[in-house]
């Protein structure tokens, strides 16, 4: 596998082939993708809504509409839709069911090593509640990095993808009951393969160049 050539390959996907599902069995490697992403302190602060029906998606393309309807399409055409929710709480309950979910998987030799980690986490989550008053930011940024790798884990598989955070976030938290359940949508991300007259997958890539993003000391 070349990393670099799959980073080229990879683009924002703007109109999908709407005949072409994605398979069972790579749902289910995107699923673990999405469980086995990295977080500070382990804190896991997201949940993850997939659409694979008409049903499912017309319910997400609520929030696609006026000033976001150029991202309808790409709800409705997709294969799989998988809106990103963040926690919009993180109290001592919650804390505790990430602790005892460790120690059932092993991740601690006595109870001191298990305590500390409880500890650290608080302390943590408390700089963000208490100092630095950023809470919802911090656990949005873990969804944010669990995307990234979301977009390059469906490249590798050669599934097609777009980011957006073009949507409705009152609208779809209401349409999907997200904030009754302690959840607020981050960003979406469509799933699937192009079509033929996409006319983005042709473009070349723009970034900007190395000079302009490294600093070698
Ligand atoms: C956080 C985020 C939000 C984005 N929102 C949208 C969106 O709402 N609609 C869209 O068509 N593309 C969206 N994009 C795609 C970007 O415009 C695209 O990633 C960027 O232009 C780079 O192009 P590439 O992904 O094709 O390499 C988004 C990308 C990111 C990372």
């Known amino acids: 596998m070349n990393l670099v050539k799959i980073m080229n390959s990879r ?3 703007k109109k999908f082939d709407k005949t072409k599902k994605i398979s069972s069995e790579d749902m289910n490697q995107i699923k673990e993708l999405l469980r086995l992403s990295a977080s500070s302190v382990n804190s896991q602060p997201w949940h993850f809504v997939i659409a694979s029906t008409e049903e499912g998606k017309k319910k997400i393309s609520k929030s ?9 399409e790409k709800v409705l055409d997709a294969s799989h839709v998988i809106v990103l929710c963040s926690r919009t709480t993180m109290d001592e309950n919650y804390l505790k069911h990430v602790l005892e979910k460790e120690d059932k998987d092993g991740r601690f030799l006595n109870d001191e090593i298990k305590n500390s980690m409880h500890n650290a986490r608080n302390t943590f989550t408390n700089f963000h509640k208490n100092d630095y008053n950023d809470l919802q930011d911090w656990m949005d940024k873990q969804v944010y990095l669990n995307m990234g790798s979301l977009l390059l884990g469906a490249a590798t598989l050669g599934i097609d993808a777009v980011a957006m955070e073009g949507f ?4 779809l938290n209401e349409e999907l009951g997200l904030n009754k359940k302690g959840l607020t949508a981050v960003t979406i ?3 699937g393969y192009r079509s033929d007259d ?8 723009s970034r900007l160049d190395e000079e302009d993003v490294f600093t070698i000391i």
């Open 11 to 13: 683009y924002s996907t």
């Open 189 to 191: 991300v469509p799933l």
């Open 64 to 72: 696609t509409q006026g000033f976001f309807a150029f991202n309808d």
């Open 198 to 205: 996409d006319f983005n997958a042709s473009l070349p890539k």
């Open 168 to 171: 409705d976030v009152k609208i």
